[in-house]
């Protein structure tokens, strides 16, 4: 009896505290800022935008300094040379001689470089562009992603809480006919197969409400897990949803094709892939860049003949080159592992097509049957409800057993679940469905949070 007393006290409160429940959208919006999934997904969405920088940045100038000091011996020698001075005779056969050892040698040198034409570079600059983008399309697929979770968490939390309340309501009334079964034993009016069937089902029913409180916490650690929230009472589900115009499925499948996030990326890493191709390609290999540089070099020291110092600089402006004539192999093999990751990718793409395309048909399927569904376990439950009652009667006035209270009872409750669970299903495939054509958002989600107001 303390159990059962408890179970009605747990009912009692979740009913009373129902005025003031937190609903699906303010759900979701707590895990936007908790959920460690959307944390990730950000930190991946603020690195990718990143990397449009970094494109932008392959075709600015570079400028370097280099700079650098060393000991350093040098010996020169000249000879056979022709040397004039004004105001001296040309000589023939000179001969000049420099000497430094173990003389300080500086260098600085300041370059600039300007790529204007590189085949790699263009590759390289889209890749990164394409992987900004995929960066984008994983983000809106971790937030639709986070509007189904949150949703599948909070109507797991629903269904369990109802099924504590109905097992404890079915408890309460097998406690009344066991009680009452003994007394009619008692008095000779029953037989004593109404009190072990009815304690019987006492024992079973028990142990059910204590496997779905079991599951109720679950189900709320998940939901607490999510959104940060701690223990939350809930918006109950209202008892008839808002039918809504279903399109073709053919048009649903269409806006999938085209706007789900993760066919994109898939599609985005077939974009970066055919790049990686381009890049290695005997075409790709030159490159033409404006070049400056400005530069000193200097010696001093001590040598043979003395003190001793050289001296130079130079500058320069130009166009350079490049063209890379033989690697070994190496470039030919690159491409052509970037040639079949290149058609992996394509074959990945065409993978997530049919998978996409089989889910939103799922879903499409689920959402087209699922409101006669809901109606018509609707009607049962009223029919299973009207069942009771009369059996109930039934039963006060001799024309039922016992046995027969008890599996109306079980089959009112299971009717109810069973309800609840198909409404869910509805809601959950509405938002199945706009999430694979790529259209889940804050406003579709307040659309089916509409939906459980009372």
């Given at each position: 009896?303390?159990?059962?007393?408890?179970?009605?006290?747990?009912?009692?409160?979740?009913?009373?505290?129902?005025?003031?429940?937190?609903?699906?959208?303010?759900?979701?919006?707590?895990?936007?800022?908790?959920?460690?999934?959307?944390?990730?997904?950000?930190?991946?969405?603020?690195?990718?935008?990143?990397?449009?920088?970094?494109?932008?940045?392959?075709?600015?100038?570079?400028?370097?300094?280099?700079?650098?000091?060393?000991?350093?011996?040098?010996?020169?020698?000249?000879?056979?040379?022709?040397?004039?001075?004004?105001?001296?005779?040309?000589?023939?056969?000179?001969?000049?001689?420099?000497?430094?050892?173990?003389?300080?040698?500086?260098?600085?040198?300041?370059?600039?470089?300007?790529?204007?034409?590189?085949?790699?570079?263009?590759?390289?600059?889209?890749?990164?562009?394409?992987?900004?983008?995929?960066?984008?399309?994983?983000?809106?697929?971790?937030?639709?992603?986070?509007?189904?979770?949150?949703?599948?968490?909070?109507?797991?939390?629903?269904?369990?809480?109802?099924?504590?309340?109905?097992?404890?309501?079915?408890?309460?009334?097998?406690?009344?006919a066991l009680v009452e079964a003994k007394d009619r034993f008692a008095l000779g009016d029953a037989p004593v197969t109404d009190t072990h069937e009815a304690s019987a089902r006492a024992l079973g029913l028990k142990a059910q409400?204590?496997?779905?409180?079991?599951?109720?916490?679950?189900?709320?650690?998940?939901?607490?897990?999510?959104?940060?929230?701690?223990?939350?009472?809930?918006?109950?589900?209202?008892?008839?949803?808002?039918?809504?115009?279903?399109?073709?499925?053919?048009?649903?499948?269409?806006?999938?094709?085209?706007?789900?996030?993760?066919?994109?990326?898939?599609?985005?890493?077939?974009?970066?892939?055919?790049?990686?191709?381009?890049?290695?390609?005997?075409?790709?290999?030159?490159?033409?860049?404006?070049?400056?540089?400005?530069?000193?070099?200097?010696?001093?020291?001590?040598?043979?003949?003395?003190?001793?110092?050289?001296?130079?600089?130079?500058?320069?402006?130009?166009?350079?080159?490049?063209?890379?004539?033989?690697?070994?192999?190496?470039?030919?093999?690159?491409?052509?592992?970037?040639?079949?990751?290149?058609?992996?990718?394509?074959?990945?793409?065409?993978?997530?097509?049919?998978?996409?395309?089989?889910?939103?048909?799922?879903?499409?399927?689920?959402?087209?049957?699922?409101?006669?569904?809901?109606?018509?376990?609707?009607?049962?439950?009223?029919?299973?409800?009207?069942?009771?009652?009369?059996?109930?009667?039934?039963?006060?006035?001799?024309?039922?057993?016992?046995?027969?209270?008890?599996?109306?009872?079980?089959?009112?409750?299971?009717?109810?679940?069973?309800?609840?669970?198909?409404?869910?299903?509805?809601?959950?495939?509405?938002?199945?469905?706009?999430?694979?054509?790529?259209?889940?958002?804050?406003?579709?989600?307040?659309?089916?949070?509409?939906?459980?107001?009372?």
């Amino acid at each position: 009896m303390k159990l059962l007393k408890t179970a009605c006290a747990i009912a009692a409160a979740l009913t009373a505290l129902s005025a003031g429940a937190t609903d699906l959208l303010e759900v979701w919006r707590a895990a936007s800022t908790h959920d460690p999934e959307v944390a990730i997904a950000q930190s991946a969405r603020q690195a990718g935008q990143a990397r449009r920088g970094q494109a932008v940045a392959l075709w600015r100038p570079g400028v370097r300094l280099d700079a650098g000091v060393a000991a350093m011996s040098a010996d020169s020698e000249t000879s056979g040379a022709n040397f004039s001075a004004p105001g001296m005779s040309a000589s023939n056969g000179v001969a000049f001689n420099t000497s430094v050892n173990r003389g300080t040698s500086t260098n600085l040198t300041l370059s600039a470089r300007q790529p204007l034409f590189g085949p790699e570079r263009s590759a390289q600059s889209r890749q990164l562009e394409i992987a900004a983008d995929a960066a984008e399309f994983e983000w809106q697929a971790a937030q639709q992603d986070l509007v189904l979770r949150t949703a599948q968490r909070y109507f797991d939390v629903l269904l369990a809480t109802r099924k504590v309340e109905l097992l404890a309501k079915q408890l309460s009334a097998v406690e009344r006919a066991l009680v009452e079964a003994k007394d009619r034993f008692a008095l000779g009016d029953a037989p004593v197969t109404d009190t072990h069937e009815a304690s019987a089902r006492a024992l079973g029913l028990k142990a059910q409400w204590l496997a779905a409180q079991s599951e109720q916490e679950i189900s709320q650690t998940a939901l607490s897990d999510t959104s940060g929230l701690v223990s939350p009472t809930l918006q109950p589900l209202a008892a008839a949803g808002v039918a809504e115009s279903l399109a073709p499925l053919a048009h649903w499948q269409a806006l999938a094709l085209q706007n789900n996030p993760k066919l994109r990326l898939q599609q985005a890493n077939v974009q970066a892939a055919h790049e990686e191709a381009r890049k290695h390609s005997l075409a790709g290999a030159a490159t033409v860049d404006l070049v400056a540089q400005t530069g000193q070099q200097r010696l001093h020291g001590n040598g043979d003949f003395g003190a001793a110092s050289n001296n130079s600089r130079q500058q320069m402006i130009g166009v350079q080159l490049s063209v890379p004539l033989y690697t070994g192999g190496w470039r030919s093999a690159r491409q052509d592992e970037a040639l079949r990751l290149e058609d992996k990718a394509l074959a990945e793409v065409e993978r997530a097509r049919q998978q996409i395309s089989q889910q939103t048909q799922g879903a499409w399927l689920g959402l087209r049957s699922g409101s006669a569904r809901s109606q018509a376990l609707a009607e049962a439950a009223t029919a299973t409800r009207a069942r009771l009652d009369a059996t109930r009667l039934g039963h006060q006035v001799g024309d039922r057993t016992t046995l027969d209270l008890l599996n109306a009872e079980n089959d009112m409750s299971s009717a109810e679940l069973n309800w609840l669970q198909a409404r869910v299903d509805v809601l959950l495939n509405t938002l199945r469905l706009h999430a694979l054509a790529g259209q889940l958002d804050e406003s579709r989600l307040m659309s089916v949070n509409a939906q459980l107001q009372r």
